[in-house]
């Protein structure tokens, strides 16, 4: 059977080259993590930055840790501050300043559902240091964060599971460390304590007192002398006897 024109169509499929697949061919996997979505943690205050993301099933949201230690620990709804059974938990990742290089946490969505995380380093989860992943609300992260101002203390998570540790270096992170804090500077030295002022009187030394006049001493009057005791005046009759004599 003849069909016009078929004739002039056998050429062009005989430079057609025609590829079967082998059967070791496989095909290509979609990246894991459709996006990225970072979120800071800690710095100047303990704060999770964003407090709040919406992600979908294979995002991967990257907590990039700032200044302090922190840890990114999965809770319970209605259980803030104390880790959930089988939950998140990245270990404490410190950061101080000076470092080239910022710790991470990638954490694969798996669920749609909200996920309660919190940090389980001191008091910061009493500090409000606390965020939800796919929160149904804007009342319900501030009905965790008070909830979790309540807690008198936090449980510390176990091991490491629901994400990988790594790093990045510091100028692809998504914020700027703190500045260092400058040491104190030391305290003045104590004032030295001014003399009193001194009292007129104090000023000049107060003049000897002059000696007391000398009192003359009294003279001690010349004991008299004795009066030489007088003969006895002769009598008459004596006197004209003794010339009698001397004649």
Do not use: W
Not at 130 to 148: G, T
Not at 203 to 209: D, L, Q, R
Request: hydrophobic fraction near 40%; include cysteine.
């Amino acid at each position: 059977m003849y069909i016009p024109g078929l004739l002039s169509l056998l050429p062009l499929a005989l430079a057609t080259p025609i590829i079967l697949p082998r059967q070791n061919d496989t095909a290509i996997a979609p990246p894991a993590g459709n996006r990225l979505i970072p979120v800071v943690v800690g710095g100047p205050q303990d704060t999770f930055i964003p407090n709040q993301v919406t992600a979908a099933v294979g995002d991967i949201v990257q907590f990039q840790f700032s200044n302090g230690n922190h840890t990114v620990t999965q809770s319970g709804a209605d259980t803030p501050c104390t880790p959930l059974d089988g939950g998140v938990h990245s270990g404490h990742i410190p950061f101080e300043d000076g470092q080239q290089m910022v710790g991470t946490f990638n954490m694969p969505v798996t669920s749609a559902e909200p996920m309660f995380l919190f940090c389980a380093t001191g008091p910061h989860c009493q500090l409000g240091q606390v965020m939800i992943v796919n929160p149904v609300s804007e009342q319900q992260v501030l009905d965790y964060v008070k909830a979790s101002q309540e807690t008198s203390e936090s449980v510390d998570g176990t091991s490491v599971v629901g994400g990988a540790a790594a790093q990045i270096e510091i100028a692809n992170a998504a914020f700027v460390p703190a500045p260092p804090e400058e040491a104190a500077p030391p305290p003045p030295p104590p004032a030295a304590e001014e003399a009193p002022a001194a009292s007129p009187e104090a000023a000049e030394p107060p003049a000897a007192e002059a000696a007391p006049a000398e009192t003359p001493e009294a003279e001690t009057p010349l004991a008299e002398a004795p009066a030489e005791e007088m003969a006895p005046m002769p009598s008459v009759d004596a006197v004209v006897e003794g010339a009698e004599q001397a004649m």
